[in-house]
């Protein structure tokens, strides 16, 4: 069998260089057939036979240096000259050109020469075939034209934000050049084009800011800005490697909206506070948009926000504070008024933080500031905390603000529970809250029990169920306190119990739950002692672990007065009814002897005979007839007296309850305060003087803002009391004493 001849490198390389010519001119779009597949398997084999020769006739090497050589001598011969000659778009048109040309010259030379890929190149790690091809066209031409290019390309785009037509596809794949030409890795688009393109962009917006924020008003100004944003996204989508859009917005972000922002946002009659007055909603929508893309952009735009709420909460407190001082008087039903306001801005600007501020935290935060400011300011001495609770009682009571479907109620009753958690001293409003529940629940003036209940399951989910669990217990009791009066009259009915011979409706209340009335020892008419003792023989078969204290401050009585013309029934409270059934058995009395025989102190019997003598119904005539009462005053039974109504109610005048109210609440503070620190130092043990204010601060802001020196005041009781002690060496460190 015959050997196989050797083939002589020059040879098969000269063979090699027609199939290469070939390739060339076919490049070049001069006439030459194509290759078939006859051609490829003789290039192809060539190459196999010349790399498998025994050596020294292993050309390996040597054709994967002429590989390199064909390339580089094609490239500087025709290539580099024909893109020199060119310029600006006819230039990117060659360049884009001659790459994709490369790009074929290189696929099918590497096919030609694929042995050598498989074989010599592997086992010496070498750069593989087509890599060396595009390297070529890289060191070659890249690098000498990129930046005539990268000037030609970024000339373009700014032709473009100009307002002309350019050819978006040629940039396109000029652009491809840079990020192929990289081989895997981003750095020549980067550096070679991007960078300078970045900065060409900066400079372009630079300008255009610098004119736009002296000409235009802010609205105008934005809406340009977001136009220019938008337009270079675009330029993204078209021809702009993705990884460009986050650099490239950010660039024109800080010309438009960072460089600018304090200008832009304070302009004088469009700034943002202009906007806020004038309710633009669609011009601060936008400015949420642009700067919420923005580092911290969004912070200067929340401050205006919260300040300008809290001007406009604080003009409503002045203008009521007006009100009252032109009144002469308190607030009366302004605090309707105002908590309505308070309601209306609160609704107001809550759907500016969902609307306009995509319910971003930032501005929920600005919005419960702003209000925290306001809604703890005084009017005309009444805190809003009793405000908030005067209102509720209004839409609760019968009779009450306006005639309000039950929707509505539900609706003002969940925005007032929204105003109370802006308000620092909510222990306040609870117990002003509780006394006015009391009231509508003792004297039936409640409109609606399901709205009762309903508000207090709102303040649950608020302020947490130890905030309502007394008034939760006034209502229970109010429906225990039903069933058993009927059990009462079911008593009455039974053979051989003694009738009182009067209606008795009695109301046995929890002395938890409700507030702290005073049980005067009033000598109540034998009538009425007769009722209370059948009521407690009926009572004591419930129960023996029970004491009743009567309360006969909140009592009321009909009573039926016989006058020389008619008898009128009178609806009065307990200690009216004492006094005037003292005149069923003398016919004047003077105000001491009227004081002895009914037990009741100074305040009350003053109230008491105000009421009867001095206001709208005169049941009793006084000497001297002044507006006034004073001990030297004598009354008697005014037989005259008449009114065209069969029954009238003859009210108490009212007594001032809010400083009692403060004090009380003071006291549970003093009690939460000390509570609140034992509890922190049983399990801290020993703790700083400031860390022990700021704990304990902090536990009970939920529900008062407990004042520091108060705080001072009680751990100095509370080391007198022994369950705290200073230390020895360090003062300011306190110790638990267990």
Excluded at 329 to 340: H, K, M
Excluded at 687 to 715: N, T
């Amino acid at each position: 069998m015959s050997e196989c001849k050797v083939i002589e490198l020059e040879q098969g390389w000269e063979h090699m260089q027609k199939g290469i010519t070939k390739l060339k001119n076919i490049l070049e779009g001069l006439p030459e057939p194509q290759f078939n597949s006859e051609d490829y398997m003789m290039l192809y084999t060539t190459i196999y036979n010349m790399c498998t020769q025994k050596a020294p006739h292993d050309y390996s090497q040597q054709l994967y240096d002429k590989y390199r050589e064909a390339f580089e001598e094609y490239l500087v011969a025709m290539v580099l000259p024909s893109l020199k000659e060119k310029h600006d778009e006819y230039m990117l048109r060659e360049l884009v050109n001659r790459w994709a040309n490369h790009k074929v010259m290189v696929r099918w030379l590497s096919r030609f020469f694929h042995y050598l890929d498989r074989y010599f190149v592997a086992r010496r790690s070498l750069p593989v075939l087509k890599e060396v091809g595009l390297a070529c066209f890289r060191d070659l031409v890249y690098r000498i034209l990129n930046g005539k290019a990268k000037d030609a390309v970024i000339a373009l785009i700014d032709e473009e934000r100009m307002g002309g037509q350019i050819d978006r596809a040629l940039l396109k794949n000029v652009l491809d050049v840079y990020v192929e030409i990289g081989m895997g890795q981003m750095e020549c688009y980067e550096n070679d084009f991007e960078l300078d393109m970045l900065k060409d962009t900066a400079a372009y917006y630079s300008r255009k800011a610098s004119n736009w924020i002296e000409e235009d008003s802010c609205p105008e100004y934005m809406i340009k800005a977001e136009e220019c944003l938008k337009k270079e996204r675009d330029r993204v989508s078209h021809y702009l490697h993705s990884s460009t859009e986050q650099k490239l917005v950010e660039t024109v972000q800080n010309e438009l909206l960072v460089a600018h922002a304090t200008l832009l946002l304070e302009k004088e009659h469009s700034g943002c506070r202009a906007l806020l007055r004038g309710d633009k909603v669609e011009d601060l929508t936008r400015m949420y948009r642009l700067y919420n893309k923005v580092p911290h952009g969004l912070e200067p735009v929340a401050i205006m926000f919260k300040q300008h709420v809290a001007a406009e909460g604080t003009a409503l407190v002045n203008q009521a504070e007006d009100a009252a001082n032109n009144q002469g008087e308190n607030v009366g039903g302004q605090e309707q008024v105002l908590i309505r306001k308070f309601i209306e801005l609160h609704d107001k600007y809550m759907a500016y933080v969902n609307d306009c501020f995509m319910n971003h935290t930032l501005f929920h935060k600005s919005l419960k500031e702003a209000f925290e400011l306001f809604c703890n300011k005084n009017v005309a001495g009444n805190s809003s905390a009793e405000l908030l609770a005067t209102f509720c009682d209004g839409i609760l009571k019968k009779g009450g603000i306006e005639k309000l479907g039950d929707e509505a109620v539900e609706e003002i009753l969940e925005k007032v529970v929204k105003l109370l958690a802006y308000i620092s001293d909510k222990d306040l409003f609870a117990e002003f809250y509780r006394k006015k529940l009391a009231r509508r629940l003792l004297f039936d003036r409640s409109a609606n029990d399901e709205h009762e209940r309903s508000i207090l399951t709102k303040l649950k989910q608020q302020c947490g169920g130890q905030f309502t669990s007394k008034m939760e217990g006034m209502i229970t009791d109010l429906t225990l306190a039903r069933e058993n009066q009927a059990n009462f009259e079911e008593y009455l009915g039974n053979d051989g119990i003694a009738n009182p011979g009067i209606d008795l409706t009695v109301t046995v209340l929890t002395t938890g739950f409700w507030p702290s009335y005073k049980s005067t020892d009033v000598n109540l008419p034998a009538e009425m002692v007769r009722c209370i003792e059948i009521f407690k023989e009926f009572y004591e078969t419930k129960t023996k672990h029970r004491k009743l204290t009567w309360i006969c401050s909140l009592g009321n009585c009909n009573i039926n007065a016989k006058f020389e013309q008619k008898t009128i029934e009178l609806i009065v409270t307990t200690y009216q009814a004492a006094v005037l059934l003292l005149f069923n058995s003398a016919d004047r009395l003077s105000y001491s002897e009227i004081m002895t025989q009914s037990n009741l102190v100074h305040d009350d019997l003053v109230r008491v005979l105000h009421s009867l003598s001095c206001a709208k119904y005169k049941i009793l005539n006084k000497e001297p007839n002044t507006r006034a009462i004073s001990p030297t005053d004598f009354f008697e039974f005014n037989s005259k007296f008449t009114d065209r109504m069969r029954r009238i109610r003859i009210p108490l005048p009212l007594v001032e309850e809010r400083k009692k109210v403060v004090e009380d609440v003071d006291k549970d503070r003093r009690y939460a305060i000390d509570a609140s620190l034992v509890r922190i130092m049983k399990s801290r043990k020993v703790l700083g003087h400031q860390q022990l204010v700021m704990e304990c601060v902090d536990q009970l802001s939920r529900m008062f803002k407990p004042d520091v020196k108060a705080i001072k005041k009680r751990i100095e009781d509370l080391i007198t009391r022994d369950y705290l002690e200073r230390d020895k060496d360090n003062p300011n460190t306190y110790k638990y004493l267990a």
